[in-house]
Every structure is written in C-alpha cells, then in structure tokens.
C-alpha cells in the first residue's frame, strides 16, 4: 500500500516535470536604450572676424566652415555646421542676407524646410514665435514622431539678417531612442539663440 503511494506520487512529479520542460515559457522583455552620460554644461563665445553673427555655443561641441550645400558652394562664406560627436549629431546654420534675399521667400522657404520636408513622418510639428533678450525675433519648430529632425529654428531682425539652424542625427530617425538626446541639446539650441547678437 505504501510503495503503491509512493510510485502514484512519482508518476505525478515525472508528469508535471515532463509537461513543464515541453512548455514554451516566455518573458516580455522591455525595449531598453544605452545610457548616455551627458557632459556638464559650459559654453564658449563663437565670434569670428568677418562673421555678421556671434553666439555662445556648447564647449563639447565643434564649429566647422560648411563648404558644401547640396554637392553646391554655400551662398556665402558665414555657413557653419556645429558638430557635436559625442552624439553623432550636427546643427546645419545657413546665413543669408535680405535684399540679396526676398524677405518673404526666405520666411517660406523655412516653413518649408520644416513642414513639406518632414510632414510625412512628423506626428506634430510646432512653430513657436519668440523674441531673445537681444530683441531678436525667430520661431522655433519642434517636431514630434520619427522625423530626420527634432529641432529647427530661424532668426532674423527683417531688414538685414536672417539665420537659420537645424539639428540633424546621423543615425535612423527614432524618436524614442533619440528623445533624451534631442531634449539635451535643444537646451543648447535654446542657449545659442537667446546669446546671439547681430554685428
């Protein structure tokens, strides 16, 4: 009677043990990103003779002449490209002046340059007015989604000068993998325009 119990319990063990090896038992693993130690925060002072504009700009990043537009010559010689390599990303600023330049064709051609380009991807795209502490004007476009850029922004004082920046990635547009990364360095764009100054 005991050994009959015994043997009973062990076919119940052998059973659960033979039903649970063939049991294709999975976790959902959460999508994690790599961590990214962010550099502390210290600008220095962009201001080249010759250049129309001067600006304080982050001392992790790198200022570059841009010596191509398009496989084209730039327009003029004050076109920049502010790399930052720690993030594999690089802020485009093109100069133009008005009365070379229409007014008018320069404001729709940074609409466009915001909206038409990246319509297709972007979930929103916001263009905020604003006016610096130098008492220049501009808008700033965030985009929302999976966008080739995140951040983009114009200043002008609607006489003489208008600039223009965007934060472009080297990498395949993921807004979540990207966002703290957009959300560090939008702090630096927003810290380049209100130092601006026109010369």
């Not at 129309?52 to 730039?74: H, M, Q, R, W």
């Not at 100069?95 to 990246?118: R, V």
């Not at 929103?124 to 006016?131: G, N």
Request: aromatic share 18%; glycine share 4%; charged share 25%.
């Amino acid at each position: 009677m005991r050994s009959h119990r015994y043997f009973s319990l062990l076919i119940f063990f052998s059973a659960i043990l033979l039903i649970s090896c063939n049991t294709n038992y999975t976790v959902d693993k959460k999508r994690g990103y790599f961590k990214i130690d962010f550099p502390e925060k210290k600008y220095r002072l962009f201001d080249e003779p010759g250049y129309p504009y001067s600006f304080e700009y982050p001392v992790y990043a790198n200022i570059v002449k841009d010596t191509t537009f398009f496989d084209d010559k730039p327009e003029n010689d004050w076109w920049i490209n502010i790399d930052f390599p720690q993030f594999n990303g690089r802020v485009f600023v093109s100069y133009k002046e008005i009365g070379k330049n229409k007014f008018d064709s320069l404001i729709n051609d940074a609409f466009t340059m915001s909206f038409k380009q990246h319509v297709q991807k972007a979930s929103s795209i916001e263009p905020t007015p604003f006016r610096t502490p130098n008492n220049i004007d501009g808008i700033y476009f965030t985009l929302e989604g999976n966008t080739a850029t995140a951040n983009q922004f114009f200043l002008t004082d609607s006489v003489r000068h208008f600039l223009r920046g965007a934060l472009y990635f080297n990498a395949t547009p993921n807004e979540d993998s990207l966002s703290i990364v957009n959300d560090f360095l939008k702090k630096d764009l927003q810290y380049l325009i209100n130092t601006l100054k026109w010369k």
